[in-house]
């Protein structure tokens, strides 16, 4: 794989659905390859928590990742479902803290069967759109190379198949774990900063892939204290209807009788919501995320996947400011290589 610098991972060996599920859901074959160049920024648009914070605020693309090639690996940054607290803790935070915490797989290079499982899933429909953007193709081959063969990654495995590599690119002297927190704040991650539990997302990871690559820094944008109002209210409202909703890993938490007397849909929201507002992520008090909320002066200052390609009324184009990848319009996503992939995204 890389020629970069292997550092050595004990990988874990348990997981926390029950294996059949697991193998559903995180591995499987990839239909083809598919036919993003090698640096292409790949763009989804997908519902669920993030959509519906990132909707909130007036944006639309919900995940980004760096291709390394028609038919090759890809590099993301994302996050499997959180597990539900043991007992008794689950009734009052009914997350496990440290999943929220860890962020799991967090920053991960997959195959394509890896990556295909990860948009499609199990047989589900996938994103209402998938697309990659190249811009400058020199350029983007060049940060596509940059994270391939200079950065230094630690040697893993799929938690669900020990025989299917995954490996962790090392960023700031670590692994980088997935951080909700990155939502509020970017931090240092831009420019290869420090961050809160080494944490990034999807689209802080390209603005850290861009800058590395000596193609300029990606700016942080200052979202207005009402559009994180919204943002907040609408990840919050996400959640909660999840669960009474009975949907996903969230409906298993509403379904938890053991505690009946316990708002726990509401403070599984809250947690998730904490966590996102202050890093927070271990506890189920309302008070802190709506603490934020509820402050005039509290704004985001985040880089979100319709940032980095110049939509939504971001920088496009060659204007000052703008990305490699945002000079191009989108060009649709095609499964289209011979042959199939087996791989995991976690």
Known sequence: ???????????????????????????????????????????????????????????????????????KWVTHATMKQPTENSWPAVCSTPVTPSDLIE?????????????????????????????????????????????????????????VDEGVEIDRPNIRGARVRYS???????????????????????????AYAHYV???????????????LVNAANALYAGVRDSCESSLGFWGSIGTSIACFTTDICGKAANQVANCMASHACDTSSGSLWRGVRDTPSTVAVSI?????????????????????????IGHNVQWNSGGNVYGCWY
């Open 213 to 227: 690559d000596g193609q300029g820094a990606i700016p942080p944008y200052t979202y207005s204290h009402e559009k």
């Open 103 to 159: 962020g799991y797989p967090g920053l991960s290079q997959v195959n394509q069967g890896g990556i295909y499982r990860f948009l499609y899933g199990s047989g589900g429909s996938g994103p209402t759109s998938l697309t990659y953007q190249v811009g400058d193709g020199k350029k983007a081959a060049s940060i596509g190379d940059a994270i391939w063969w200079e950065v230094a990654y630690y040697a893993d495995h799929s938690i």
């Open 180 to 206: 909700l927190y990155q939502y509020r704040t970017t931090e240092g991650t831009p420019t290869g900063g420090p961050a809160w539990n080494n944490g990034m997302v999807c689209s802080s990871f390209l």
């Open 1 to 71: 794989m890389n020629s970069a610098i292997v550092i050595p991972l004990v990988v874990a060996s348990s997981c926390f659905v029950s294996a059949a599920a697991a193998a559903e859901q995180a591995c499987g074959y990839s239909s083809a390859g598919w036919n993003a160049p090698n640096g292409a920024a790949v763009f989804s648009v997908g519902s669920g928590l993030i959509g519906d914070l990132l909707n909130a605020v007036g944006e639309i693309r919900t995940h980004s990742m760096l291709s390394h090639g028609a038919g």
């Open 304 to 328: 979100s996947p319709d940032r980095v390609g110049g939509w939504s009324g971001h920088v496009w184009g060659t204007q000052p400011g703008a990305t490699v990848w945002s000079a191009d």
